[in-house]
């Protein structure tokens, strides 16, 4: 008897990428604002707060997106289609397209291609 392998995990978007996208975004802010408080306020004293206010506003404006590269990457997706079996390329973030060979809607999930019900 020949037992069932699971599948591989497929890489999809999930509800934690919220979570993410707002954490490096309330980040971002904190440090700006936080370098821009820190520049205008000790900054004009002395050479301190501009050391640590500018690097603070860089990494503020920086950070966000470097913590969401992960969510701007693109799959590539080239398979059959499920319809008349010619190959369409196309990338994850693709919703929905028409097969230029046969003309059906097509939907994309999971990084799969599927014929569309129409009902």
Same mark, same amino acid.
């Given at each position: 008897?020949?037992?069932?392998?699971?599948?591989?995990?497929?890489?999809?978007?999930?509800?934690?990428?919220?979570?993410?996208?707002?954490?490096a975004i309330g980040l971002?802010?904190?440090?700006?604002?936080? #370098?821009?408080? =820190?520049?205008? &306020?000790?900054?004009?004293?002395?050479?301190f707060g501009l050391?640590?206010?500018i690097p603070m506003l860089v990494a503020g404006l920086v950070l966000p997106l470097f913590m969401m590269r992960g969510v701007f990457a693109r799959n590539e997706i080239a398979?059959?289609?499920?319809?008349? #079996?010619?190959? =369409?390329?196309? &990338?994850?973030?693709t919703m929905q397209l028409d097969c230029p060979h046969c003309a059906k809607t097509i939907s994309v999930r999971d990084m799969k291609l599927y014929v569309r019900d129409e009902g």
């Amino acid at each position: 008897m020949e037992a069932k392998r699971p599948e591989a995990a497929k890489p999809s978007r999930t509800f934690d990428e919220a979570y993410g996208f707002s954490f490096a975004i309330g980040l971002g802010l904190l440090l700006f604002i936080g #370098g821009l408080a =820190i520049s205008l &306020t000790i900054g004009q004293e002395s050479s301190f707060g501009l050391v640590f206010g500018i690097p603070m506003l860089v990494a503020g404006l920086v950070l966000p997106l470097f913590m969401m590269r992960g969510v701007f990457a693109r799959n590539e997706i080239a398979a059959p289609c499920p319809a008349c #079996g010619q190959e =369409i390329k196309t &990338t994850d973030a693709t919703m929905q397209l028409d097969c230029p060979h046969c003309a059906k809607t097509i939907s994309v999930r999971d990084m799969k291609l599927y014929v569309r019900d129409e009902g």
